[in-house]
């Protein structure tokens, strides 16, 4: 993969969300459907909806089952690349394959962008953690923050949000990244806040941007 590391697994670390995390870089570097303006890896470099086979699932599981040795036991095996991970299209097979290898649990954080798509819900439906992005109650505040691949809609994109809500039967979280100025507004916040209740997650986080963001 094509990532400032190079390497597919790091860590462990220890996510305040997840506990002892194993991450997995399933994605190249900067390949997302979002260009966020907190975004910690700094700009999009290829803005895409387009998926692709980055990852390849057995070389996956070989990395995470070497990881694993030295790791000790982790709570979760998680997709946290430098991207967005859906845009893989062998996410699926990847989190079927780790699963099953190797017995781990495995999450997924995913801005939600193509969750719209069949094959993108089929794919984390086995994940037994997915956390969600959901930054802005309206089209206009999602394309300030977000600022998302030409083709998307915002309305779709919560369509599949729902769907994907009533089918999942893993642990669903949300995650809010508030924005001074651009999502913190009262209104803002009760629209988030109506949008995360409707998916019934086990929890909604809210977040402050702590490292770097993309824009000063
Ligand atoms: S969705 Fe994630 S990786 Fe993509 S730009 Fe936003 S914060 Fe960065």
């Not at 982790?74 to 394959?97: K, W, Y």
Request: hydrophobic share 40%; glycine share 6%; proline share 6%.
């Amino acid at each position: 993969l094509d990532t400032p590391s190079g390497s597919i697994v790091f860590g462990p670390v220890i996510s305040r969300r997840l506990g002892v995390s194993l991450g997995i870089n399933n994605i190249p570097y900067k390949k997302c459907s979002y260009t966020c303006i907190y975004c910690q890896l700094g700009r999009t470099i290829e803005l895409t909806i387009e998926r692709k086979p980055y990852s390849d699932p057995s070389r996956l599981v070989a990395a995470v089952s070497s990881a694993l040795e030295h790791s000790g036991k982790i709570d979760f095996a998680t997709f946290v690349p430098d991207g967005e991970p859906t845009l893989d299209s062998n996410l699926g097979r990847g989190i079927s394959l780790l699963k099953k290898e190797l017995d781990v649990r495995v999450a997924v954080l995913t801005n939600a962008s193509l969750l719209w798509l069949d094959e993108v819900r089929n794919d984390l439906l086995e994940a037994d953690l997915v956390s969600v992005k959901i930054d802005a109650s309206n089209a206009s505040t999602w394309r300030r923050i977000n600022r998302p691949h030409p083709q998307l809609d915002y309305n779709t994109i919560l369509k599949g949000l729902q769907v994907f809500s009533q089918n999942y039967g893993g642990i669903l979280i949300t995650e809010t990244m508030l924005v001074e100025g651009i999502n913190d507004e009262e209104e803002e916040l009760s629209g988030i806040a109506d949008i995360a209740a409707s998916l019934s997650p086990s929890k909604a986080y809210i977040a402050i941007p702590t490292r770097p963001p993309a824009e000063p």
